[in-house]
Structure formats: structure tokens, C-alpha cells
């Protein structure tokens, strides 16, 4: 391992500790992205060198992280092939060059352009649904085969210019499978940062959500043990980015060191759950995050909220048909009013409000890994995703392996949508519409559990591989993460999903 490290652009970063003992994986990762972000010879004077991050994952020395957030595939077969083949043949490539000179790094003054990438393969045993990694995924025919190679695979390229010590400009694009690919959603980060001080930064343009834990490396394969962030917490909301600005403090207090951040903006995502593209639009994101680091131990904490402006044209239909419905028979027949009523208010998207909480810690003393995080989100309608979900993983390295486990869940906090009332009483539309009504309520709904174990090689000083197996239980009506047979919406399914994947960065 030390004899690779001295052939590698990094290896200039300290892998191994002072008395020469390995580090774990979340150690080392992290100070492979600031690594990524500058090439920086000696620590700034604010940092103390005190916390374990003092000289793996301390801003003060390496800078910020800036990993995060995804790239689209295609939607249609010309430009999904395209994906698949430019994906293979730059892979291939770099195996070959990676092998023969180590990595490759394109370094010029002031300029710095480094890369990952993911190539996946997963089978099910399941021929009537197919699983999603997040909600912004689709598939053209997704019950033609068990067998998926783009649900995880992606290539990530980011560069870096350093125009000063206290100014930058971080831009990062990432190809990987969604309903759409265009300009605007190919560019995952696009931001200039100002450091007037080592304590404050400001960050203006297209930022990583910072919500989440892992929001600096959810998408970089290769920064974790497992093959993808448990989808029950990850899944739900493809949120990656924020157009907007933040502000960043940091101080050093005792043998910890502390960060509050604080963001603003606006974001677009796409989905596409009837071979149609809607465009969902949120705005008004606050997000405020505080985070601590001392020894082998890292606490996250973050809470985020954001309103959706526009009604989502799926529904608008259903919405106009249950308005007309609770009209005509307000002083007729009062429950079956209240009972559309109710659908008509919460299957609107029109100014509902979302709100995050969540709360999350790693550990990693080079031979334990172990991380875990829980989350609420609440919403003023029921058709969105709500409840509690969370995860916990654990690891242990014994030599360049890692075996793993993760147990994940998700737990609806609404109630499942039925039929209350009797519309039979009206006409055969009125019944239809009342099951579409209730259909479409639960379709976000997300009630499922995951144990998965697995392991990760790493042969090499910037690859890994990945085998890991999946046990799912999903829940009746508690399908959100899935792209289905309509069939099963009522049933508690079983579904097993193994995946084989290689990491690695460049």
C-alpha cells in the first residue's frame, strides 16, 4: 500500500497516522476530497491541528469539500446507449492508464481537474418491479430485465480554480441515470467561495444541499464502504443542489472543532411517473446545519425547509374533478363534501410547505466504522413523503477489506389513503375518480426495510470493489421508491437485490 501511495497524485496526502497505523475509510475519504479541492503545503494559522480532521478532513488545511449532487442519463434509447458506451470506454481507458503511470491529474497553476466514477451492476428477483436509488430515476421498460447496470453507475468531473488564497470557484458536472438530461441539470456545481477570514466563508451560485450528512459525497462511490446510501433515507427527495448562497463559521473549541452553516435558495428537480416530465419547483430553501468533529467521533445536525409554488399538472385534473364533486353535494350528502374535500386539499402541491430534521454521527478509529443517522420530515399535505426514516452501518477493516452491514428504515407518517364514503350513490366517474383519488395520495408513500451486508476491496490506492446484497420488505401501500406493477400496490413484498460495483477516482 505505501509502495502505491509514492506513484499517486496523492501521495502527497497522509494516509497513515504518526505511529504508521492505518486509518479507516471515512477517515481517509474525506481528506481525498479536500485533497481534490487544493494542493495545499502547509496548514493555515487559524487551524490547530488538535481534532482528528486536523490533517485528514479540517477545512483550515484541505479547504472545503465540494462532492456532491448528480448529473442525468438519458430518457431515450439513442442517448441511454450513449451513456452506457462513453462510460465503459473512459473506464476502460483509465484502468489501462492507471495501471501503467498511477493516476491522472490535469494540475495547472491555479487549476485543478479530478474525477470519479461508478461502474454498476444489480439483479433482483422480482419481474414486476424494479428499485430506484432516488425518485428522479426512471426506466423506459422496466420489467424487460432483472438485470440493471445504470441504477448506481456514474462519472463525476470536477475542476477547481484558485484565483486567491481567500477566493475560488468550484464547478463540478455528473452523468448518471434520470429522467432528463440537459444543460442546466448537468451542472451539479457551479459556486464561487470567499474566505475573508479563516473562520467565515461565503459560497454564491449552485451549492450542495447541505441537509444531509453525506451531502459532500453522496454521489462519489468510492467515499463509502457500502455500494449507495440507504435509499430509505437518501431515496425519497432528490434534492441536491441549491441555487443560492451560504455562510459558513468555524472555530476551534478545546480539542473539537465546530461549524454552523447557514443556506438559502431555490432548486428544480424532474420525475417522471407517467412516461410524462414534470418539473417540480421549490423554492424559499433555508437550510441551517451545525456539525462537530473531536477525535474519531463527527456529529451532524440540520434542519431545512422549502415550499413548492406551482400545483404539480398531474393532479391538477383529479383536483378540478373532486372540487366539483364536494359542490354538488355539499347540502346532499355532507361526508362524501368532506371526504373530496380532503383529497382535493392535500393532493395539491400549490404552496405546501416541507420541513427536514436530522441528526446524524460517524465513528472511525481505523479499524471500526460505524454510521448512522434519523431523520422526521413533515408536510402540510399528505401526497408528499413524510414520517421517520433512518439508518445504522457498521464495518470493520482487516487489511485492504471492509465487510459491512446496514440496517434502514422508512415509516410513513401518513395514514394510507382508502375510500371512506360510498360514491356510488353519484355515477361510475364519481367512483373512479374517488380510486384514482385515493391512488394517487399514496403514490409518494414510502414504508419499507432494508438489511443489506456486503464488502469492499480495495486493490488499489483509488479503486475499490463492491459486492453487497440487499434484503427489502416493503409495506403495503408503502411503495414510493419503486417503480411497480400497479397490481401490487396493496401487497407487503419481498425483494432481494445483489449488486456488484467498482469505484474509483482519478
Known amino acids: 500500500m505505501k509502495k502505491m501511495l509514492s506513484n499517486s497524485s496523492l501521495a502527497n496526502t497522509d494516509l497513515y497516522s504518526d505511529h504508521g497505523r492505518h486509518l479507516g475509510i471515512l477517515h481517509i475519504i474525506q481528506k481525498v476530497l479536500y485533497t481534490f479541492r487544493n ?18 478532513r479540517c477545512r483550515h488545511l484541505y479547504g472545503k469539500p465540494s462532492w456532491s449532487n448528480e448529473i442525468s442519463a438519458t430518457p431515450d434509447h439513442e442517448n441511454r446507449m450513449w451513456f452506457h458506451g462513453k462510460i465503459i470506454i473512459f473506464s476502460i481507458f483509465f484502468l489501462f ?24 451492476a444489480s439483479i433482483d428477483n422480482r419481474s414486476d418491479m424494479t428499485p430506484l436509488r432516488n425518485v428522479s430515476q426512471d426506466f423506459d421498460d422496466p420489467f424487460q430485465t432483472n438485470f440493471i447496470t445504470n ?54 451560485g449552485r451549492t450542495g444541499y447541505d441537509a444531509f450528512f453525506m451531502s459532500d459525497n453522496r454521489h462519489l462511490g468510492y467515499g463509502y464502504p457500502w455500494v449507495r446510501p440507504p435509499v430509505e433515507y437518501y431515496g425519497w427527495l432528490p434534492l441536491f443542489n441549491v441555487d443560492g448562497m451560504d455562510g459558513t463559521f468555524r472555530v476551534n473549541w478545546g480539542e473539537s472543532q465546530w461549524q454552523l452553516r447557514l443556506q438559502i435558495g431555490q432548486s428544480t428537480f424532474s420525475i417522471e411517473p407517467d412516461d410524462t416530465l414534470y418539473n417540480i419547483k421549490l423554492r424559499d430553501i433555508y437550510t441551517v446545519s451545525m456539525s462537530r468533529c473531536s477525535g474519531p467521533l463527527f456529529l451532524k445536525a440540520g434542519y431545512s425547509t422549502y415550499y413548492i409554488p406551482e400545483d404539480f399538472s398531474l393532479f391538477v385534473p383529479i383536483q378540478n374533478g373532486l372540487n366539483q364533486v364536494a359542490g354538488s353535494v355539499q347540502n346532499i350528502f355532507p361526508d362524501i363534501n368532506n371526504e373530496a374535500t380532503y383529497l382535493a386539499q392535500n393532493l395539491s402541491f400549490k404552496d405546501a410547505r416541507m420541513s427536514y430534521l436530522s441528526i446524524g454521527a460517524s465513528y472511525d478509529d481505523g479499524n471500526w466504522i460505524a454510521q448512522a443517522e434519523v431523520a422526521r420530515a413533515s408536510t402540510t399535505a ?33 395514514e394510507v389513503s382508502r375510500q371512506i364514503e360510498d360514491w356510488s350513490v353519484l355515477d361510475q366517474d364519481a367512483v373512479e375518480l374517488q380510486f384514482i383519488s385515493n391512488a394517487m395520495m399514496n403514490m409518494f408513500r414510502t414504508d419499507q426495510t432494508t438489511f443489506s451486508f456486503g464488502i469492499r476491496w480495495d486493490f488499489h490506492i483509488q479503486a475499490a470493489l463492491k459486492l453487497q446484497c440487499d434484503l427489502v420488505s416493503i409495506h403495503a401501500y408503502g411503495h414510493g421508491l419503486w ?24
Open 39 to 56: 494542493s495545499i503545503s502547509e496548514k493555515r494559522a487559524f487551524c490547530s491541528g488538535k481534532c482528528k480532521l486536523g490533517n485528514e
Open 97 to 120: 492508464h492507471c495501471s501503467a503511470a498511477g493516476a491522472y491529474s490535469v494540475d495547472l497553476t491555479g487549476f485543478k481537474l479530478n474525477g470519479y466514477c461508478t461502474l454498476s
Open 151 to 204: 441504477l448506481d453507475s456514474r462519472l463525476g468531473l470536477q475542476g477547481h480554480y484558485r484565483f486567491s488564497s481567500k477566493l475560488d470557484f468550484v464547478g463540478q458536472t455528473v452523468l448518471r441515470k434520470q429522467t432528463e438530461i440537459n444543460f442546466d441539470n448537468s451542472i451539479e456545481l457551479a459556486y464561487f467561495a470567499f474566505s475573508p477570514t479563516p473562520e467565515l466563508e461565503f459560497r454564491a
Open 382 to 414: 399528505d401526497v408528499f413523503t413524510n414520517g421517520l426514516m433512518g439508518y445504522l452501518a457498521l464495518g470493520y477493516r482487516i487489511g485492504d477489506w471492509i465487510p459491512f452491514s446496514i440496517y434502514s428504515a422508512s415509516r410513513a407518517g401518513n
Open 483 to 506: 417503480v411497480k406493477d400497479v397490481n401490487l400496490a396493496d401487497r407487503d413484498v419481498r425483494v432481494k437485490i445483489g449488486t456488484l460495483s467498482l469505484d474509483f477516482i482519478f
